[in-house]
């Protein structure tokens, strides 16, 4: 039996008619078609499909979309104002942090969630904070210099 | 994932008489961190989901110098890594809530799905065990408060009968002079299943010296987390000294009962579960 | 070589990728939509080893939801390689499953949902077979046979140089020892994918996560029976390869045939369980290695014998083993060698290319006996390896012209920036630091599709407002070619790097490449690209002639400008030549490059002698370790690595594949991946259990790069990708003997093999 859901994601409302067993993941990409978010592994361990829910970081895949309710929901789209990027994601660019890219929606979003909690974070706590985002590429050293010249540029601001 | 149906009950009553109604064939979703994954792997396919996140108080952590700790069952592990009441009185709880799975995962799942879903090797119920802790468990007809050292009875299996939830979870308020140290050992820093997790509470007389009282909790090297009660006997109420810690260690890996998996051998964890309690105990003393 | 000032070589321009990545408008396999797309999967054999005695798939096409099912049958039975004269593999099994996860049939459906469902009601009968899962027990008369009668062994390889016998009489010191590669799987980010959609005009158009587009496009026109210009692999974003994504995979035809069934585009992904049971591995290997040097160190005689797991299938372990067969004397130019090498069939998943391709597991071998001929003489390791280190144009005694080599410098350096001298030996409380050295292929080798094929080529096309289009044939998998690339054409043609749009892979649309591989694409689709650059620019400098009235020999191209030399206010802006022979001359200014690799060739395929690569990079690297002796837990504090890249062409992008292949592959090679298999099954099976390191789990990383500057590659440079992860291994296996006096020759090393090692060692 299909339930009948309202989504808030980007900032924007939607309306959707969805079976129980379709998580947030499924719906963002397949209904929604903001395909940024990514399946790495479908169970929670890779990161490739983090999103920020309420403020949090979480595995898209394990979040049944009929459990979000108005819990506000933001994906790797939701993150640049039109054309000026996030901090993150420019320096991201800037440092090296992006090879293949299957990672980086993930990554930066973990690291968005980081910085909105925590706007200086030491070494450590960016380091925990994307232990749940598997890169093969990059070997993160790249990536924790980024997001530290991020959090430089954000608290400058 | 098979189909199922869902449902979202408001509150304890709702829930447990659905729980009753689907007798079984329903499981209860909460975080859903370890009851999705498992039906994406197809080891089990529940026709029914209840989902009780939407039931309001049960996320609640309060403290009071008289009653202690009382932990909501759908408070998340997040909640317990975040909370500063946590962080300064039951530091021991605040380690074991960081070492659990990824930032993504404790920031969903919750305390209760952790102790109910019962893994050997899950870090919450060992430290909690430590710190004396109990459950309160509801049904329609009656409450009762379970120490949680007997509410696990094999791996992923719990006292819990259908139509019975689990609610909170009390911590007693800690004696003066108490340190706990919690260890979790693994191959890598994140993302891993404990190959053995060691929990120590004590106790200390006035100088520091000995040890008024003491608690081992072993977990991943038996089917369920579990106090090393000899261990604990020969160390309680004596000074603390190497060949003490020797005997202590050795007890504690003897009352281990591990297997081999993937993971580890039996015999490596034996071994560890030797070194960790003796580091607990070291560190706790220069605490 | 005279030096010049580069304008666009040498900058840390971000990839050209980007900011399409870091926004999420990257468009991988799964963001691939098509209007009435279905989605496919496959059925797979839960057995090692069977007979299929009936496949009953009518259950499973009445299921609604369901397009489509494919068998074998819909096949062209066409067996597929790498190699042509080895290939035994089908893409849908119907007679003989020969490992767990081995495709039988395929389901195209609405949703995956609907094909998954489908796939459990799709009945094949089963015979059991007897299996054999270790090689040196399918080497046993009585094995069980996988494919061949007379036993398992697919492909044996004898090599001999010089005279191994009086090497070793004539050596002062001889060590021997076995060493142990396990199954490790490629774990790239993105699961292997295919979408393929077959019009009616008879097109099939196919997006993969191949690394090598254009081989693809003509290993699925083949097995499809189709002719190759009715195929057409588009460009995709591709999430990781690291070797498992060159040549076609049984999905990529899977998901083809099943969009001809069903006339609709398919959609076929793995799972990341399907991932590890059934995707490429690395090459397990079983090594004995014995090793002779004289009294003054210098190398004499080496001789080896690899039993290497083939898996159930031919794939690439002949080229893989006969690559490791080459370190042999390749590496310090060992005069006497002498290998075999057996190629063994097993009930296991096949392996395939995996950075380093052969090589980490040789090298784990060769540089452990460096370390132990050095501890007998009583040299230090790093001046043993001085005193073998291959040298500038030199040749082996296998035949390998050896052209630009910074190798001594590469040793020296991570000397230098390692603190080796006051830490070797000498920090005590389980700490240690050990060496490494590496050589490799930097440009690709001829071995296969053919005799003599290692080709690139590309295409400039100038346009009129002095912006330029390359097409590159050459596969973009996230290593950053398509930067190296358009820096290089940049450099060449006289314009900026923000002139050059790059498209690469898309194969109605770019010319050949043999694809990302061998750590190849720079080297040899560098000069394709260069050369293409260099057409365009002689015809832009002969309308630039004219309009200066200069002779073409006087003229130079650089930042936008084509200026006579030596006098630079003699000029005209490379807009006006290109809009001059655009709009007034009415030419359109077209650049072709072919780089057909002329300097190496195909070693002669009995003997194994030949110059296989056209340029050889090389490589040092130190770990330092901290080693836990109660917990057998390793700590790798720091690894300093010195690379001969030749030139760096993007600084930024050389650093992104030397941290990632050392800490993303390397160290996780060393201490931590294992596919444990019981039985031909997986049981580590996810991510929890088969262990990637976290970012928690990283070290320091030191990256020092040496530019020997190739005398043929494209303004000197060669490849990286692969000899970052090459000696991280044993650099760190031969710092915890410094640390704590074991060594664990089978890798990973774990912390129950350590604290074996250490009751061995007392005891």
């Not at chain 2, 260890?183 to 190959?195: G, S």
């Not at chain 3, 290497?308 to 490791?324: F, M």
Request: contains cysteine; proline residues 4%.
């Amino acid at each position: 039996m299909k339930h009948q859901i309202r989504l808030n994601v980007n900032g924007a409302d939607y309306d959707l008619l969805v079976e129980p067993r379709k998580t947030l993941l499924d719906v963002i990409r397949n209904d929604l078609g903001l395909i940024g978010t990514k399946k790495g592994c479908n169970t929670g361990e890779c990161g490739a499909c983090t999103v920020i829910m309420d403020g949090k970081a979480v595995n898209a895949c394990l979040v049944l979309a009929v459990q979000v309710k108005e819990k506000k929901i933001m994906t790797i789209e939701g993150l640049a104002e039109s054309e000026k990027l996030h901090p993150l994601q420019e320096a991201f660019i800037h440092h090296g942090a992006i090879q293949c890219g299957y990672c980086t929606p993930g990554m930066i979003m973990s690291a968005k969630a980081l910085l909105d909690k925590k706007p200086n974070p030491e070494e450590g706590e960016i380091k925990e904070a994307i232990a749940g985002n598997l890169c093969r590429c990059t070997g993160y050293l790249s990536i924790i210099e980024a997001i530290k010249s991020a959090a430089k540029t954000e608290r400058s601001v | 994932m098979k189909p199922f149906d869902y449902f979202e009950p408001q509150s304890i009553d709702e829930a447990l008489s659905l729980l009753k109604k689907l007798r079984g064939e329903a499981k209860v979703l909460a975080g859903g961190t370890d009851l999705l994954v498992q039906m994406k792997q197809r080891n089990i396919a529940p026709k029914y989901l209840v989902n009780i996140k939407g039931i309001p108080g049960l996320d609640r952590i309060r403290y009071s110098e008289k009653e202690g700790l009382t932990i909501g069952s759908l408070a998340t592990i997040a909640d317990l890594e975040d909370s500063l009441i946590i962080r300064e009185r039951y530091p021991i709880l605040h380690t074991a809530a960081r070492e659990l799975g990824t930032q993504q995962v404790r920031n969903v799942a919750t305390v209760g799905g952790n102790l109910c879903n019962a893994s050997p090797a899950a870090e919450t119920a060992p430290a909690l065990i430590a710190l004396g802790a109990s459950a309160k468990i509801v049904s329609r007809s009656k409450e009762k408060v379970v120490k949680l050292e007997d509410f696990f009875t094999g791996p992923g299996e719990t006292v819990l009968k259908t139509g019975e939830m689990l609610v909170e979870i009390y911590v007693p308020k800690l004696a003066s002079n108490s340190k706990g140290v919690y260890f979790k050992h693994a191959f890598r820093k994140k993302l891993e299943t404990a190959i053995v997790g060691i929990a120590v509470l004590a106790n200390f007389n006035g100088k520091g010296e000995s040890f008024k009282d003491i608690r081992i909790v072993l977990g991943a090297v038996a089917p369920t987390p579990k106090r090393a009660l000899r261990a604990e006997e020969i160390a309680r109420g004596k000074r603390m000294d190497e060949s003490l810690l020797e005997e202590v260690a050795f007890l504690s890996s003897e009352e281990s009962n591990p297997i081999t998996d993937v993971r580890a051998t039996a015999e490596y964890r034996r071994e560890m579960v030797k070194v960790f309690v003796k580091r607990a105990i070291k560190e706790m003393m220069n605490l | 070589m005279e030096e010049r000032k580069f304008v666009v070589i040498g900058q840390e321009f971000p990839r050209v990728d980007a900011r399409v990545k870091a926004t999420g408008e990257g468009r991988f396999v799964s963001d691939i939509q098509l209007p009435g797309m279905l989605y496919g999967k496959v059925l797979r054999s839960p057995y090692p080893h069977a007979k299929i005695l009936n496949i009953d798939i009518s259950e499973a096409e009445r299921l609604p939801g369901v397009k489509t099912v494919a068998t074998a049958k819909d096949s062209s039975r066409k067996k597929f390689c790498l190699f042509p004269h080895l290939a035994n593999n089908l893409i849908l099994q119907d007679e003989r499953v020969r490992y767990v996860g081995d495709q039988v049939a395929a389901v195209a459906a609405v949703d995956e949902d609907i094909a998954e469902e489908a796939l459990g009601l799709i009945k094949v009968d089963y015979e059991e077979l007897p299996a054999v899962f270790d090689p040196e027990e399918a080497m046993k008369p009585g094995a069980p046979k996988i494919h061949r009668e007379e036993n398992n062994v697919a492909v044996h390889i004898l090599r001999n140089f010089g005279d191994v016998e009086r090497g070793f009489s004539e050596s002062d010191v001889i060590v021997e020892g076995k060493f142990k590669s396990p199954a490790v799987a490629h774990c790239c980010m993105e699961p292997r994918g295919c979408v393929a959609s077959f019009d009616y005009y008879g097109k099939l158009t196919v997006w993969s996560t191949t690394q090598t587009p254009h081989v693809l496009r003509q290993e699925l026109a083949t097995i499809l029976e189709i002719p190759f210009n009715k195929v057409r692999v588009m460009r995709a974003h591709v999430g990781g390869g690291f070797g498992a994504r060159m040549g076609i995979d049984p999905i990529d035809a899977i998901a083809s045939i099943l969009s001809m069934k069903s006339r609709k585009p398919v959609r076929v992904v793995n799972t990341r369980e399907e991932e590890f049971i059934s995707s490429r591995i690395r090459y397990p290997m079983a090594i004995e290695l014995k090793s002779g040097a004289k009294k003054n160190g210098k190398l004499v005689v080496r001789e080896a014998k690899v039993i290497t797991d083939n898996g159930a299938y031919n794939n690439q372990a002949s080229t893989i083993t006969g690559n490791a067969c080459s370190k042999l004397s390749q590496l310090y130019a060992v005069p006497n060698i002498k290998f075999e090498g057996f190629v063994v069939y097993t009930n296991n998943v096949y392996g395939g290319a995996f950075r380093g391709y052969g090589n980490p597991q040789i090298t784990l071998a060769i540089e452990t006996q460096m370390d132990e001929l050095a501890e007998r003489l009583g040299m230090d390791p790093a001046e043993i390896r001085l005193i073998n280190a291959n040298q500038p144009n030199t040749l082996t005694a296998s035949g390998c012209e050896i052209t630009s080599c910074g190798l001594s410098e590469c040793i020296h350096e991570v000397v230098d920036h390692s603190g080796w001298k006051t830490k070797k030996g000498k920090m005590g409380k389980g700490r240690g630091i050990g060496m490494a050295v590496m050589i490799h292929g930097g440009s690709g080798v001829k071995a296969y599709w053919g005799d003599n094929c290692n080709f690139s080529s590309a295409i400039v096309k100038m346009n009129n407002d002095g912006t330029a289009d390359l097409f590159s044939g050459s596969g973009e998998i996230g290593q950053g070619s398509d930067t190296v690339l358009a820096q290089i054409a940049a450099e060449e043609l006289g314009v900026l790097f923000e002139d050059i749009n790059i498209v690469s892979g898309d194969t109605d649309i770019t010319p050949a490449c043999c694809g990302a591989w061998g750590s190849r694409q720079t080297f040899t689709a560098g000069n394709a690209v260069k050369y293409a650059a260099a057409d365009a620019k002689r015809q832009l400098l002969q309308v630039a002639a004219n309009l200066l009235e200069a002779r073409i020999e006087d003229l130079e191209a650089k930042n936008r400008k084509i200026y006579v030399k030596g006098s630079p206010e003699r000029a005209v802006s490379i807009v006006q030549a290109a809009s001059t022979s655009y709009t007034h001359l009415g030419t359109p200014i077209i650049g072709k490059g072919i780089n057909d690799d002329p300097w190496s060739y195909m070693p002669d395929p009995k003997t194994g002698y030949g110059n296989v690569t056209s340029a050889y990079a090389f490589a040092a690297q130190v770990a330092e370790v901290e080693v836990d002796t109660e917990t057998g837990l390793v700590k790798v504090i720091k690894l300093t690595c010195a690379h001969d890249l030749g030139r760096t062409i993007n600084p930024l992008l050389a650093r992104g594949q030397v941290v990632g292949g050392v800490l993303s592959t390397g160290l996780g090679y060393a201490l931590t991946e294992n596919l444990i298999r019981e039985n031909g099954k997986v049981l580590n099976r996810n991510f929890l259990d088969y262990k990637i390191l976290t970012a928690l789990d990283v070290c320091d990383v030191e990256c020092i790069f040496v530019e020997s500057n190739d005398p043929n590659g494209p303004f000197g440079a060669k490849g990286v990708g692969e000899p970052a992860m090459i000696p991280s291994a044993v650099a760190i296996s031969n710092a915890i003997y410094d640390a704590i006096g074991v060594r664990v020759s089978e890798l990973p090393i774990t912390p129950e093999k350590i604290l074996k090692a250490l009751r061995e060692k007392k005891g």
